[in-house]
């Protein structure tokens, strides 16, 4: 006989307080599962630990009203028709359920979130990126209504059981679809604050984009393409050079070419329209500018001071 590729849920025992619920969880993908709890809050401790401990969890409340206070954080409450996502990492949460509780979670190891997270998210400093961010300071929580197709998955799922092969298939189909949905939402889309925080990998971009600036010197520059170069985006490649080079990226790029083209004088005895081609001034008297505002003379000045 042929195994059945897909998997049948298993009864796993989850504590709740002093209390054990009863349910079926399901593991379509290694580090990914879904599990569903129906339970009356009456016969739960009135608050005990969240009793999840997965890099995240995704939970999809179809009736009765869930609330988890988090450190640095404080309560959030969720209610029937709704569904948050939460990171713990090493903290803890308090939680409480109110009500004939009817949930299902999707629950991701840090392997499989950052499977979901895209360049794109990272550079965007996307809450979805935070999830998974090595220097993120306190849990995680974020909430959002259940759209009518979340809704509908979510439901299919509650009343499926994984008796058949072809039921077995649904669940799968449905749980991948329903966290592609999630996943995807504006939610976890949008950068969560005004001013993102500099990471480690983001000052590596910093230094990496300086490092593009000398070498190119003579090319015309956008910070639309600096910031391309240096997978980081506009905003953080702003504020980055701000706060670790004390000026502005343009300003930092004058500064060296000065720099070079000052290099530049001390040897072989070029034209001043030679040393302004080769940092990019394609105007002699914008570069001659330029040079007496860094240094405080004029390049023949300059020349001739360094002749005696």
Same mark, same amino acid.
């Given at each position: 006989? !042929?195994?059945? %590729?897909?998997?049948?849920?298993?009864?796993?025992?989850?504590?709740? #307080?002093?209390?054990?619920?009863?349910?079926?969880?399901?593991? %379509?993908? %290694? /580090?990914?599962?879904?599990? $569903?709890?129906?339970?009356?809050?009456?016969?739960? +401790?009135?608050?005990?630990?969240?009793?999840?401990?997965?890099?995240?969890?995704?939970?999809?409340?179809?009736?009765?009203?869930? @609330?988890?206070?988090?450190?640095?954080? #404080?309560? =959030?409450?969720?209610?029937?028709? /709704?569904?948050?996502? !939460?990171? &713990?990492?090493?903290?803890?949460?308090?939680?409480?359920?109110? /009500?004939?509780?009817?949930?299902?979670?999707?629950?991701?190891?840090?392997?499989?979130?950052? /499977?979901?997270?895209?360049?794109?998210?990272?550079?965007?400093?996307?809450?979805?990126?935070?999830?998974?961010?090595?220097?993120?300071?306190?849990?995680?929580?974020?909430?959002?209504?259940?759209?009518?197709?979340?809704?509908?998955?979510?439901?299919?799922?509650?009343?499926?059981?994984?008796?058949?092969?072809?039921?077995?298939?649904?669940?799968?189909? $449905?749980?991948?679809?329903?966290?592609?949905? @999630?996943? +995807?939402?504006?939610? &976890?889309?949008?950068?969560?604050?005004?001013?993102?925080?500099? =990471?480690?990998?983001?000052?590596?971009?910093?230094?990496?984009?300086?490092?593009?600036?000398?070498?190119?010197?003579?090319?015309?520059?956008?910070?639309?393409?600096?910031?391309?170069?240096?997978?980081?985006?506009?905003?953080?490649? $702003?504020?980055?050079?701000?706060?670790?080079?004390?000026?502005?990226?343009?300003? *930092? &790029?004058?500064?060296?070419?000065?720099?070079?083209?000052?290099?530049?004088?001390?040897?072989?005895?070029?034209?001043?329209?030679?040393?302004?081609?080769?940092?990019? *001034?394609?105007?002699?008297?914008?570069?001659?500018?330029?040079?007496?505002? @860094?240094? #405080?003379?004029?390049?023949?000045?300059?020349?001739?001071?360094?002749?005696?």
């Amino acid at each position: 006989m !042929i195994a059945c %590729p897909f998997k049948s849920p298993i009864s796993i025992s989850t504590c709740f #307080g002093h209390s054990q619920i009863d349910s079926w969880r399901f593991d %379509p993908r %290694p /580090g990914l599962s879904y599990s $569903k709890f129906q339970f009356e809050s009456k016969y739960l +401790d009135d608050k005990h630990l969240w009793p999840f401990d997965t890099f995240t969890q995704i939970v999809f409340v179809l009736r009765g009203k869930v @609330t988890i206070s988090l450190p640095d954080v #404080g309560k =959030r409450t969720a209610k029937s028709g /709704g569904w948050f996502a !939460i990171s &713990l990492n090493s903290w803890e949460a308090i939680s409480s359920f109110s /009500g004939e509780i009817n949930m299902g979670i999707i629950e991701c190891s840090s392997k499989i979130w950052k /499977g979901l997270t895209s360049e794109q998210d990272t550079l965007s400093h996307t809450q979805k990126a935070c999830f998974s961010c090595s220097q993120r300071m306190k849990p995680i929580f974020v909430k959002n209504p259940l759209d009518s197709r979340t809704s509908e998955l979510a439901q299919q799922l509650s009343r499926l059981d994984g008796t058949s092969a072809s039921n077995r298939l649904m669940i799968e189909a $449905k749980v991948l679809e329903l966290l592609a949905t @999630t996943s +995807d939402s504006s939610l &976890l889309n949008n950068s969560p604050e005004t001013e993102p925080c500099i =990471r480690d990998v983001d000052q590596d971009a910093l230094v990496a984009a300086a490092a593009y600036l000398e070498k190119n010197l003579a090319e015309s520059h956008s910070l639309n393409a600096v910031s391309r170069e240096a997978r980081l985006n506009e905003f953080k490649l $702003k504020k980055g050079f701000r706060e670790h080079f004390q000026t502005t990226v343009f300003g *930092y &790029l004058r500064q060296k070419c000065m720099e070079h083209a000052r290099k530049l004088f001390t040897s072989n005895s070029p034209t001043v329209l030679e040393v302004a081609n080769a940092v990019g *001034y394609s105007n002699p008297s914008h570069f001659s500018r330029a040079f007496r505002e @860094t240094f #405080g003379l004029n390049p023949r000045e300059f020349v001739s001071k360094l002749s005696r």
